[in-house]
């Protein structure tokens, strides 16, 4: 790609969270930038009020004209948008500059240092983490955000003095492959998208493939267990770091929680920084948090831009939301949509809410991965007190006959969940509950954060 032969740019996917981080990125460039989308949302609004022209019916005559020439335009898409979509078929038709989102992020890190966040779980959390520690330093940073930053609401950061850029590397579809990482987090490799991988042990070579990208002189910094799988895929001249919360060269020591604060002490090899403080006081956050700090102490971050970074970090929007936080009622939104994420929540919550009845209503995401892990979100799902089911949200899944949340249900503990809804008895149901609900909690990447803001309200009535 030739980047000064590009005038105008076009997004198949453009509401994406990963997608629109890019939309703001060719807008800063003064570039013209136009997209489809399935719905409108506030993302795409916003994106619109910043100059993107957007619409949301898969018509090939509402492209508009400034982006029809085929030397000057490309065309982005995520791989969410199916082969038969009209507007994909007319530039693969008219025989445009066609590529992936991931294509272009590693396209555009190409003249940075590319720090990344990989792996199934943590990955928005810890490079939002990282990104808003660099930011704290006089070169602040760049970075291609996995969720909106609550700290700068938006995805997307620029600084035209740093020579770092932090990426979201994600591992759906392989995308990651297309980076040149010259450090990286590897958070997790618990099986996950077993419809492109189909299996575990593929999942598993994917990231040793990534890892295998890491450039020579880079690090690579992985949680404990998963060091011995990687160790030989790296270059010669890549280091490897282990962390945890609890061991390995980069690891927490006297975790202190109570009365909605959290503090540790964090340990590497050089010594010791005393009583961190985390803006966003969930047990979880402490390995997210240990992840972040090796990463911007190896990328230059002092002490002091450290410990400013943490305690003021506001977390990424859908990770552990607080909607309502009193004495009497508390409600939380989290992204949690993998079984070990569900898990995680279901502990993190149980332990900063010990002894009070937690209720949880989640909805599945995608159809393959309900088949794949019912009986593991089942299990994880018997951690709460109460449990309501939301039926599947399909995404970019077409059915699959005998696959609803009716088989996570039939594997849970008995009388642990309630029933199983649609999306539009979901308000109802938190009507009919309002005067019982202690601790709530809305799990999921479809269609109940959508809800949140209503939920709250009828929460505090």
């Not at 720090?115 to 704290?136: D, E, F, P, R």
């Not at 620029?158 to 994600?170: G, H, N, P, T, W």
């Not at 591992?171 to 980076?179: A, V």
């Not at 006081?281 to 997210?288: D, H, L, R, Y």
Request: negative net charge.
């Amino acid at each position: 790609m030739d980047a000064n032969n590009i005038k105008s740019v076009y997004f198949l996917g453009a509401g994406g969270i990963g997608m629109s981080a890019i939309v703001r990125y060719f807008l800063s460039e003064n570039i013209k930038v136009a997209g489809y989308d399935k719905t409108a949302s506030s993302l795409t609004l916003a994106l619109e009020k910043e100059g993107a022209d957007i619409h949301y019916e898969d018509n090939a005559a509402l492209i508009p004209d400034f982006c029809r020439d085929q030397a000057h335009t490309l065309v982005v898409y995520t791989p969410a948008i199916p082969q038969d979509h009209n507007e994909w078929r007319w530039f693969r038709d008219n025989g445009f500059n066609i590529m992936k989102r991931a294509q272009i992020l590693g396209v555009i890190s190409r003249d940075y240092k590319a720090l990344c966040v990989a792996g199934t779980h943590g990955k928005t959390t810890t490079s939002t983490m990282v990104a808003h520690i660099l930011m704290q330093g006089n070169d602040g940073c760049n970075a291609f955000l996995g969720g909106i930053s609550k700290n700068y609401n938006s995805n997307l950061l620029l600084s035209k003095k740093s020579r770092y850029m932090v990426i979201e590397a994600d591992e759906f579809d392989r995308s990651f492959h297309s980076l040149a990482p010259f450090r990286t987090v590897i958070t997790a490799m618990d099986a996950d998208h077993l419809d492109i991988y189909g299996n575990h042990q593929n999942y598993i070579d994917s990231f040793k493939t990534y890892a295998s990208k890491v450039c020579t002189g880079g690090d690579v910094i992985i949680k404990t267990e998963l060091a011995d799988i990687i160790r030989p895929s790296l270059q010669e001249g890549v280091t490897l770091h282990t962390y945890s919360a609890d061991n390995g060269d980069y690891h927490a020591e006297n975790v202190r929680i109570g009365n909605g604060t959290l503090v540790f002490d964090f340990v590497y090899p050089q010594g010791m920084i005393k009583d961190i403080a985390l803006g966003q006081p969930f047990p979880i956050n402490v390995e997210n948090g240990v992840a972040a700090i090796a990463m911007s102490l190896l990328s230059g971050a002092t002490e002091e831009q450290i410990r400013v970074g943490m305690a003021t970090f506001k977390g990424a929007d859908r990770r552990f939301d607080f909607h309502l936080n009193t004495p009497s009622k508390v409600y939380i939104s989290d992204y949690a949509h993998h079984p070990q994420e569900v898990k995680q929540s279901a502990l993190s919550i149980s332990q900063l809410y010990s002894g009070r009845k937690i209720t949880a209503i989640f909805q599945p995401h995608l159809y393959t991965r309900t088949r794949d892990f019912y009986k593991d979100f089942a299990n994880a799902l018997n951690m709460f007190t109460q449990v309501w089911l939301v039926d599947i949200y399909p995404a970019r899944e077409l059915p699959i006959p005998g696959i609803t949340s009716q088989i996570i249900a039939d594997n849970m503990s008995p009388g642990k969940c309630l029933g199983v809804i649609s999306k539009d008895q979901v308000l109802p149901l938190v009507e009919s509950m309002k005067d019982s609900v202690d601790v709530l909690v809305t799990l999921g990447a479809g269609y109940l954060d959508n809800f949140a803001g209503q939920i709250a309200d009828i929460l505090k009535k």
